[in-house]
Nanobody, 124 residues
């Protein structure tokens, strides 16, 4: 029943911006911390960002700090990843995930539900 659907991926030039959205259904959205992960070809899935259930606390992977911003709208059951100053190394499939609070922030196993992913390609 739980569905997380990402949107907003695409092709962008280096230095540009994209905004990814994740629409959640089938769960009590406000009870979950939400995260973004990404996976590039030949690489492990990497933690990108997390936001607490209330939106008060955010966390970012070192590679995206200062460039990406995660936010959420509990009234709309959505979480957004604003990506600025994109680099070719940001190219990956980006996944939205939902997890219970209090677990390890960057751990894949801390998240119970996953979206299908959306492709982000950054050209030089």
């Amino acid at each position: 029943q739980v569905q997380l659907v990402e949107s907003g991926g695409g092709l962008v030039q280096a230095g540009g911006s994209l905004s990814l959205s994740c629409a959640a259904s089938g769960l009590t959205f406000s009870r979950y911390a939400m995260g973004w992960f990404r996976q590039a070809p030949g690489k492990e899935r990497e933690f990108v960002a997390r936001i607490s259930w209330s939106g008060a606390n955010t966390y970012y992977g070192d590679s995206v700090k200062g460039r990406f911003t995660i936010s959420r709208d509990n009234a709309k059951n959505t979480v957004t990843l604003q990506m600025n100053s994109l680099k070719p190394e940001d190219t990956a499939v980006y996944y939205c995930a939902a997890g219970s609070p209090g677990r390890s922030i960057p751990s894949l196993r801390s998240y119970d539900y996953w979206g299908q992913g959306t492709q982000v390609t950054v050209s030089s």
